[in-house]
């Protein structure tokens, strides 16, 4: 059974940061990464992503401000999060490709005050 263990989430400030961490129980995921569900939001919107040779793609929106990595070895991926705005505000869901399957975490909540 495939398990990822976000960590890392809380209240802060805006224009603080914070980083999540998420742990895997399965090596060599082909990509990894964090989606974000908004309060209210239907729909998880994709924030960033890292293959396993760390060719990265980030939403428009976190651009210059966030910062995914990996670590094939821990099996491990971060994200890196500054210069928090309030709409950031959401609760981040790791994930990760094995094969075909995509295997999401239970999420941690993230909350920026203005």
């Known amino acids: 059974q495939v398990q990822l263990v976000e960590s890392g989430g809380g209240l802060v400030q805006a224009g603080g940061s914070l980083r999540l961490s998420c742990a895997a129980s399965?090596?060599?995921?082909?990509?990894m990464g964090w989606y974000r569900q908004a309060p209210a939001e239907n729909q998880r919107e994709l924030v960033a992503?890292?293959?396993?040779?760390?060719?990265?793609n980030y939403a428009d929106s976190v651009k210059g401000r966030f910062t995914i990595s990996r670590d094939n070895a821990k099996n491990t991926v971060d994200l890196q999060m500054n210069s928090l705005k309030p709409e950031d505000t959401a609760i981040y869901y790791c994930?990760?490709?094995?094969?075909?399957?995509?295997?999401w975490g239970l999420g941690t909540q993230v909350t920026v005050s203005s």
């Open positions: 994930f990760g490709d094995y094969r075909t399957e995509r295997y």
């Open positions: 399965r090596t060599i995921f082909n990509r």
């Open positions: 992503r890292i293959t396993s040779d760390t060719n990265t």
